[in-house]
């Protein structure tokens, strides 16, 4: 069975500075899609940024990039110039295939001192 | 467009007594889910659906049944409640065919079984 480890619970920034959530995932699957939620007080889940395992490059979306590294099944989401709207709960997420489900980690807080 | 609607947002239910759970999408996305969301456990499947008609057992469906009558509404019952249920549950939806396709999130029904 696929899981999704997330070894911070909770992580702490200095608005401005540079943040790296960790993310990594047991899969025996070549096909496969990794994501990132973010989950602010409000409690919606917002798409952060998603990784097509057969792409090679890591996607980035502005501040937001992820360091994707199959083999050693590592997906780490980074965060550049953090802004106190970064404040959340940040949950890595792995789907199987085109149709299989999402399953999580159990998910970083993250705090963003002023 | 809506999105993803769930119906109620907050709820408190004595043990013993039943509800359901309402989620409607208005995306003509095929996939549906229900999860359940614990403090320090992530989000964890209850049920899905992968088009009308037709539901599946998630990671932990015990205690719940669904239902998906129309492809736009997917319900979550809950026949005797329990202390143990009391959660924050989520619904989504997605389509079929690219993995890459995120899950769209309802913003949650808090529930709370004294």
């Known amino acids: 069975a696929q899981t999704v480890t997330q070894s911070q619970p909770e992580m702490s920034v200095q608005e401005a500075e540079t943040v790296t959530l960790s993310c990594t995932y047991d899969?025996?699957?070549?096909?496969?899609?990794l994501f990132w939620y973010k989950q602010p007080p409000s409690r919606q889940m917002i798409l952060v940024i998603r990784?097509?395992?057969?792409?090679?490059q890591n996607a980035t979306e502005n501040r937001f990039s992820v360091n994707f590294q199959k083999a050693a099944k590592s997906f780490s989401l980074k965060i550049s110039d953090s802004q106190l709207g970064d404040a959340a709960m940040y949950f890595c997420?792995?789907?199987?295939?085109?149709?299989?489900?999402?399953?999580f980690g159990k998910g970083t807080k993250l705090s963003v001192k002023p | 467009n809506a999105g993803v609607t769930q119906t109620p947002k907050f709820r408190v239910l004595k043990t013993g007594q039943s509800m359901t759970l309402l989620c409607a999408q208005d995306?003509?996305?095929?996939?549906m889910y229900w999860y359940r969301q614990d403090p320090g456990m992530g989000l964890r499947l209850i049920h899905y659906?992968?088009?009308?008609?037709?539901?599946a057992k998630g990671e932990v469906p015990d205690g719940y049944n669904v239902s998906r009558l129309k492809k736009q509404n997917f319900l979550l019952g809950l026949e005797s409640a329990a202390p143990s249920q009391t959660s924050v549950y989520f619904c989504a939806s997605s389509y079929r065919g690219t993995g890459e396709t995120e899950a769209f999130f309802g913003q949650g029904t808090r529930l709370t079984v004294v």
């Open positions: 990784q097509e395992a057969y792409k090679q």
């Open positions: 995306m003509n996305h095929e996939y």
């Open positions: 997420a792995y789907r199987r295939g085109s149709q299989g489900n999402l399953i």
């Open positions: 659906s992968v088009g009308e008609g037709t539901t």
């Open positions: 899969t025996s699957e070549s096909d496969y899609y």
